[in-house]
């Protein structure tokens, strides 16, 4: 009766080298879901595994797969909550940390690949998304207080002009409405053909490759900040510290001194609504900004129709950005 009770040193030994009582969430997924991954998706989706899988070991005391319970990831998805995270980013936290779950969790019709380390996938509602803001459209008379303003920037450090930078960032916001991550962390200068007056990149979030046309104003930005870099160069020569990034972004607004302050995605959104406006019926703004469909026709925004180049050429700018010619 003892032995049905109390296991010996040996079943323990045993249960001890199970996979479930052994392996933590990222242990899981380089192991289970990153050889699964093309290449593509690799670049696209890898970093966003990467926070997950550390705002997890720093949230938790990142037990083994089989110690994960759902009270575990309520308290998980209520750290964020105390911090402030949009009900948005906890959710695409969420998101992919089921995926590893599920990955070791049982297989199903809805989960083929299931590895069966574990009984049962632990789960946790996601938070209830927030109403949506009305975009915030930046004004002529705010795009030029920001463009002046960036003269107090003193960052990136060791370059020669983090004003230029700074309005040469606002510029290529403006016209071609790239995601954040895009324009300052993957742009370079292989990318920038002032010859067709065009950038082309691989968007890091859906993997498309984009090539957005521009007005002769934006080149002369190009050309004022290229000094002799190499092709593999970022243009805006930022480091990958997102801390200095913001606060810079912050102290540049301060100084214009507008009132209501704005955000790269506020930027994004305007350049949508401007040229949609500059074009009427021509939905050039989800074109340029690589929104559509996921179809085989679909899969780059990289040769624009007359209808998309007409209201890029139509697009009207801000007196500032002309004081590139001084």
């Excluded at 192991?31 to 696209?44: R, S």
């Excluded at 983090?162 to 995601?179: D, E, K, S």
Aim: contains cysteine; positive net charge.
């Amino acid at each position: 009766m003892i032995s049905s009770v109390i296991k010996f040193p040996s079943q323990l030994v045993h249960q001890g080298y199970e996979p479930k009582f052994r392996l933590t969430v990222r242990d899981c997924f380089f192991e289970y879901v990153f050889p699964d991954m093309d290449p593509d998706e690799q670049k696209g989706t890898l970093s966003v595994y990467m926070t997950t899988i550390n705002h997890w070991e720093s949230r938790t005391n990142n037990p083994p797969i089989a110690e994960i319970t759902n009270d575990l990831l309520r308290k998980f998805k209520k750290s964020f909550q105390l911090e402030g995270y949009s009900p948005e980013s906890i959710k695409k936290y969420w998101r992919h940390l089921r995926r590893i779950l599920r990955r070791v969790g049982p297989p199903a019709d809805r989960n083929p690949l299931g590895e069966d380390l574990i009984e049962r996938i632990p789960y946790m509602s996601p938070p209830k998304s927030a109403r949506r803001k009305i975009p915030r459209l930046i004004t002529e008379d705010e795009m030029n207080a920001v463009y002046h303003a960036c003269k107090v920037a003193t960052w990136p450090k060791k370059v020669e002009s983090p004003a230029l930078i700074w309005q040469t960032a606002l510029v290529i916001f403006y016209n071609c409405g790239p995601r954040t991550q895009d324009v300052f962390r993957r742009l370079c200068w292989l990318n920038v053909d002032l010859q067709y007056q065009r950038i082309s990149f691989v968007s890091q979030k859906r993997s498309k490759l984009q090539g957005i046309p521009f007005q002769e104003l934006v080149g002369l930005h190009f050309e004022a900040l290229y000094h002799g870099q190499r092709p593999q160069d970022t243009v805006l020569q930022m480091t990958k510290c997102n801390r200095s990034l913001y606060k810079e972004w912050k102290k540049i607004l301060k100084a214009s001194g507008i009132r209501e302050h704005f955000t790269f995605q506020d930027l994004r959104k305007t350049c949508n609504s401007l040229l949609n406006a500059a074009n009427p019926g021509a939905n050039a703004g989800k074109w340029v900004l690589g929104h559509g469909g996921s179809g085989v026709n679909e899969e780059y925004y990289h040769n624009p129709g007359p209808e998309v180049i007409k209201a890029i050429e139509n697009l009207k700018q801000p007196e500032s950005f002309w004081s590139i010619l001084e």
